[in-house]
C-alpha cells in the first residue's frame, strides 16, 4: 500500500498474479472452444469415399477453420496487448479487477459471433456483431490502460508517455472496429475490407521503420 | 507449521498457490462454458435473409445472452470474493481444500442451473434452482472462512473483526438467495425483484459513504 | 542436479511447476466438463408448465446430477492426493514427467465412464468401466509415489516411511476398484455396495481414532 | 535487458512465466476436450441389455477411443518438448511470442484432425490432414526453438550445441509427419506403418545405448 489513504475494502489493492492466471485460463479456453465449431456436417456417413470427404472439408469445412484462423489471431493479439500490459501493472485494486472482468466477458463471448460469421459471414448483421465484439474488447482494454496510469496502479519503471499513447491506440483500433459495423450494412465486404487494410497496413508499418518514426515523433510530444 | 501439535495427515497444511491455480481453472470454464448455450438455432439454414438473422438473433440468442451476462456477473463476483478472501489466507489444510472443493463444485455446476434459466426464466423451478444454487455458494465460502478464521489459517496482518463481518455478510446474502427459492414460488418474477432490489441497493450503498459509516459501526462491535 | 552421473535427457531434471500447471488445467476441465452431461431432454418444448419441468428435473436430471456429483467427489479426492504428493516432490525427470501425463491421462477421460454410468448405471459392464477407471487412476499414482521414492526426487524433509505407506494404501484402493468391476458382473449394485462400505468405512476410521492407531502400528514396522 | 540496443515494443523482452501459463492452458483444454469425441452412439435407448451395451463401446466407442490415446500421446509428447525447451529460455520477445501462439494454435486444432480420423481412419485425406497436423507442430517448435538460441534468449547455462542438435531432431521429425501425408495416398497405411516404424524405433533407441552412442558423436561436431 503505497498511499496515505485509510485502506478499505473498496481501495484494497492486491498482487496481479491471480488475475493474470483467470485471464490466461479464459484466454485458453476462448482460444481453445472455437475449435469446437469446426467439424463436419453432422449427417456423414462413416462410409464414405477419399473424394467426398476432401469435398466435405473443403466445402463445409473451410469457412469454419478461415473463421477459427481469424479469431485465434484475434484473441492471440488480444491476449498479447493483455500480457504486455499487465507486465506493467504493480498492483490491482477491486475496480480495475471488475474492469478486468468485464474485458474477459468480451473475451470469453467472442466464440459466439466467430460462429456466427461462420455460417452467415455474407449478412451485414453478422459482421457487424463480430466487429462490435472486436471494437469492444479494444475499448474495454483501452478503459483499463486508462484507469492504471490515472490510479498510481503502475510499475515506477512504465513510461508513462508511452504507456497513454498505447490507450490512445487502443482506442483508435476499437472505435475503428465498431465503425465498421456500420459499415457493413452498407456493403458486407467493406468491413473486411477496412479490417485488411488497416491491420495490414499496421503490421506493414510496424515492421518498416516508418511506424518507428512517426512513434518517436508522438513520443516527442 | 506454527502449532506444537504433532503433525498428522488430518492436519498438515500447505501452501495456497495450487489450490488457487484450481480454482482459478474451475472458475475461467465456468465463466467460459455457459457461452456454449448461446448459439443460434440448430435447424438454421445457412442461406437466410439478412433480417432472418437479425430477428433470431433478437428473439433466440438474446434470452441465453442476457442469461450469461447474469451468470458472468455472478460467477465474477464469486471469484472476486474468492481471490480476496484467499489473499488473506496463508496456509491451507485438508479440511479446508475439502471445504473449497465443494465450493468449487457448485461454481462448476452453475451453467446448469444457468441454462434452465435461459429456457424457461418465468417458471418457479428454475428461478429457484438458480437461486439455491447462488445461495449455496454464498453460503459455502462463508463456512470456509468462518472455518480459517477459528483454525489459525489467515496471515497476521488480517483484520479478524473485519474479516468476521464479512463473513455475515456471506452468510446474509446467501441465505437471501436460498430464501428467494421460496418467493418464486409466490410469483417468479418476486425473486427477480428482490436480487435487484437487493444487489443494486447494496452496490448503490457502498459507493456512498452510507455503507462505510453502518461499516464502521458495526465494526466498532 | 544431486547425483555424480552425467547429465543427458533422458535423467536431467526439472523443477514442479509446470507440471503442477498443467495437472490442475486437466483436473479443472475433467470437474467441470462432466457438467456438460447434467441437462434437459433436448426435445423439451419452451412452453412446458412448472410441473413438467419439476419433472423432468426429477426424472431425467438427477441421475446425471448424482453421477456428476460422486465423480466431482472421485475427482476432487485424486486432485487432493496429486496435490499432497506433488508437495513433497523436489524434482521431476523425463520418465516422472511421462507418469504423470499417463495419469493425467485418467483423469481426462473420466467424464466418458461418469457419463456412461449415468445413463446405464445398472448394467455391470458400465459399473465394470467406471471401476476400471477409477483404479487405473489410484494405481498410476502410486506408480508416481513409488517411483519418485526409489529415485531421490522427494524433497529431504519428506517422511519416507509414511511416504511408502501411504503409496500401499493407494495401491490397495486401486485394486480394490479395479476388483469391484468383477464383482459388478455378480449384481452391479455388489460394486457400489463396496465403494461405500470401503470409502464410507475409510472415512469413519480415519475420523475417529482408530486408523491412527492402526497407522501408528503400521508405522512401526 | 541485456543488450545495448535501445528498448522499443518490437524489442522488449518478457518472462516466460504467462507464456507458460497460457500454454498450460491450451494444452490441458486440448487434451481434455478430446475426450468429448468419446461417446455412445447419439439414438442409443436407456434400456438396453449389457450386451448390447458392450458391443456398442467394442464397436463405436473402441476406434475413438484408440485415436484419444494416440492423441493425448502426441499432445503429451508435444507438453513434454514444449516444457523442457521452455526450461531452457530465459526471456520471451514479442515475435517469439508470436511464434508460440502460432505454434499454440496448431495445437489448439489437434482435436478437429483427431476427430476425422476417428471417423474416417482409412482415407488417405484424413490420415494426411493429422499427419500435416503434426508435422506443422513439430516444424514451428523448431522455429521457436532456432529463433531463441539466435537471438540471445537462452539462459547461460544451456548447451548451444544440444539445443540445435534437438532442432534438427524437430525439424526431422516435423519433416517426416509432412511426408507421410503423401505416402498416405499410396496406401493409407503406409503412413500409419511410418510412425510406428520411426517413433517405435528411436524410443528404442533412445532406451538402448545406441542413440547415446550417436548422440555424443552428433555432439562432438
Known amino acids: 500500500m503505497v498511499d496515505e489513504q485509510p485502506v478499505t475494502a473498496r481501495n484494497r489493492r492486491f498482487p496481479v498474479d491471480?488475475?493474470?492466471?483467470?485471464s490466461d485460463g479464459v484466454f485458453a479456453i476462448a482460444m481453445t472452444l472455437l475449435v469446437l465449431d469446426i467439424k463436419l456436417p453432422a449427417?456423414?456417413?462413416?462410409?464414405?469415399?477419399?473424394?467426398?470427404?476432401?469435398?466435405?472439408?473443403?466445402?463445409?469445412?473451410?469457412?469454419?477453420?478461415?473463421?477459427y484462423l481469424l479469431s485465434f489471431f484475434v484473441i492471440g493479439s488480444?491476449?498479447?496487448?493483455?500480457?504486455e500490459m499487465f507486465h506493467d501493472i504493480r498492483l490491482v485494486d477491486?475496480?480495475?479487477?471488475s474492469y478486468n472482468l468485464q474485458?474477459?466477458?468480451?473475451?470469453?463471448?467472442?466464440?459466439f459471433p466467430s460462429s456466427?460469421?461462420?455460417?452467415?459471414?455474407?449478412?451485414?448483421?453478422?459482421?457487424?456483431?463480430y466487429a462490435v465484439a472486436i471494437g469492444l474488447g479494444g475499448l474495454l482494454r483501452a478503459r483499463m490502460q486508462s484507469y492504471a496510469v490515472n490510479n498510481d496502479l503502475l510499475k515506477?519503471?512504465?513510461d508513462v508517455?508511452?504507456?497513454r499513447k498505447d490507450t490512445r491506440a487502443a482506442v483508435f483500433f476499437g472505435l475503428l472496429f465498431v465503425g465498421s459495423a456500420g459499415v457493413a450494412y452498407v456493403r458486407y465486404w467493406f468491413a473486411y475490407v477496412l479490417w485488411v487494410v488497416v491491420l495490414g497496413g499496421w503490421a506493414v508499418l510496424s515492421r518498416s521503420g516508418v511506424w518507428g518514426l512517426l512513434r518517436d515523433r508522438f513520443a516527442r510530444r
Chains 1, 2, 3, 4 share one sequence.
Open 18 to 22: 491471480r488475475h493474470q492466471g483467470l
Open 43 to 67: 449427417g456423414l456417413s462413416d462410409d464414405i469415399t477419399n473424394a467426398r470427404l476432401t469435398a466435405e472439408l473443403w466445402q463445409s469445412v473451410r469457412p469454419s477453420f478461415l473463421t
Open 78 to 83: 488480444q491476449w498479447m496487448a493483455h500480457h
Open 94 to 97: 477491486r475496480r480495475m479487477g
Open 103 to 111: 474485458y474477459l466477458l468480451v473475451i470469453a463471448v467472442m466464440p
Open 116 to 129: 456466427v460469421l461462420a455460417d452467415h459471414g455474407d449478412l451485414p448483421v453478422a459482421v457487424a456483431l
Open 156 to 158: 515506477p519503471s512504465v
Open 161 to 163: 508517455a508511452a504507456w
